[in-house]
């Protein structure tokens, strides 16, 4: 949308091809349907928090900013609100309110929508010929925005990793990133529902700490889910062994934890060890650790040992889980891998091996973390690709 309305805006005469009865089935669920429609951070921010070929949108970035998508965004009339971590939402937590938005902005750039209308195949010459099941449209350029294999059911269906296929590009391998992980551990399925808001997280595999983040975390029947895991899971490797520890208390170090410990325990100094942690932890907590820690749950708290209080406070400083795998596609925020980028200019994100065929979004082998980063990836590119394609045309 961002793509076709940009080139439309710069003189193209743009049809925007959509398979599905309506625009923006994605963005519509995005941010649990609040939409963070990108960071408010500068550039570097951007280039910080984009893990698979960031420099690759350096140029992206620079001509389209998060601040030009906070502008475009208010100049169509949705009011904004920036959150913690600088993610910005729309202040009437509607993603519907961005895609009337996006609406807005192909009627306002004179782009012909045709909804309905699957692209099923594209015939790379001097002109393209872009086939659908409705009949052929025949084209100076060609931007696709097919999106990679994340949430199919909103579309993306790796359609457009065909076309470029045909074209002559590389498609780096796709994994689903940015997705909940599974675990193995018995008593995660007890804890199914509980939200942790501020807790501390490291991912370790054989090659040590691969990932570490301070959030919110939500246990699930098949394992753990909230942003610190979606942004976690991005440095899972298929193949090796991985575990999570969860810090449970980041704020306080182990000395600290264990005064805390130890004043609870005076204070309720006549109460089994069971009923003697409902200050310090969630109650559904309470008999998971209990019972990890291997403390007879009867036993009076002034009879824990220094030891026992000792591998407590580690234990909830470090809440091991052994993660199995990640959910796939139909549960993941986003592709990892796409179109080989060495194939595409960084400056026009026209393809290097077909004149007149550009790229955008998440069809592209970039990705990046949760807070808004991939739809200002796709906006920034969708907005380089679509600007640029009128040059290239004439
Ligand atoms: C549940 C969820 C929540 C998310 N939340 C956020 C968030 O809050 N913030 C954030 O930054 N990112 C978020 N993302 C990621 C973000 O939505 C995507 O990175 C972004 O939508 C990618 O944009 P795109 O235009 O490249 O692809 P898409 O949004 O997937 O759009 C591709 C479009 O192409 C159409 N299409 C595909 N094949 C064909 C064909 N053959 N013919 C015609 N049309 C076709 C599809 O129907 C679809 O409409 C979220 C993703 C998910 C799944």
């Known amino acids: 949308m961002m793509a076709a309305g940009a080139a439309a805006s710069g003189g193209c005469e743009v049809t925007l091809l959509e398979k599905n009865n309506r625009l923006g089935r994605k963005l519509s669920i995005t941010g649990k349907g609040r939409c963070n429609v990108t960071n408010a951070c500068g550039a570097d921010g ?21 601040a030009q998508t906070i502008a475009f965004f208010e100049d169509l009339g949705v009011k904004l609100v920036v959150e913690r971590g600088h993610r910005v939402f729309p202040a009437s ?37 872009v086939k659908t099941r409705d009949g052929a449209y025949e084209a100076d350029a060609v931007i696709l925005t097919t999106g990679g294999l994340a949430y199919p059911a909103t579309g993306s269906t790796g359609d457009g990793f065909r076309f470029a296929k045909k074209a002559g590009h590389h498609i780096s391998p796709l994994h689903p990133s940015l997705t909940p992980m599974r675990a193995d551990d018995p008593w995660v399925s007890d804890l199914q529902g509980l939200v942790l808001k501020n807790v501390g997280i490291r991912l370790q595999s054989g090659k040590g700490s691969v990932y570490t983040d301070f959030g919110e975390l939500l246990f699930t029947h098949f394992g753990v889910s909230g942003p610190v895991i979606l942004s976690a899971s991005r ?11 969860v810090d449970l208390k980041p704020a306080l170090d182990e000395q600290a934890l264990d005064a805390r410990l130890l004043r609870d325990f005076q204070k309720y100094k006549n109460k089994n060890f069971l009923n003697a942690l409902d200050d310090l932890l969630p109650r559904a907590l309470i008999p998971v650790l209990v019972s990890l820690s291997g403390i007879s749950p009867e036993r009076k708290v002034n009879g824990v040992t220094k030891t026992e209080r000792r591998d407590f406070v580690r234990l909830m400083k470090c809440l091991r ?23 595409v200019n960084p400056s026009t994100m026209e393809s290097r091996l077909v004149k007149g065929l550009y790229f955008a979004g998440e069809i592209l082998d970039v990705d990046a973390l949760t807070g808004g980063y991939n739809l200002q990836i796709a906006f920034s590119t969708g907005f380089l690709a679509g600007s640029r394609c009128m040059e290239g045309i004439m």
């Open 46 to 66: 951007l280039l910080a928090n984009t893990i698979g070929n960031p420099q690759f949108l350096r140029a992206a970035f620079n001509r389209f900013t998060s």
């Open 235 to 245: 440095f899972f490797t298929e193949g090796d062994t991985h575990t999570l520890c």
């Open 321 to 343: 889980l052994s993660v199995s795998g990640l959910l796939g596609f139909d549960n993941a925020v986003i592709t990892r891998g796409g179109v080989n980028v060495k194939e």
């Open 93 to 129: 937590e509607q993603a519907a309110d961005i895609v009337s938005a996006m609406e807005n902005y192909l009627v306002r750039s004179k782009v012909a929508v045709v909804l309905n209308n699957t692209v099923t195949d594209i015939e790379f010459g001097a002109g393209k010929t």
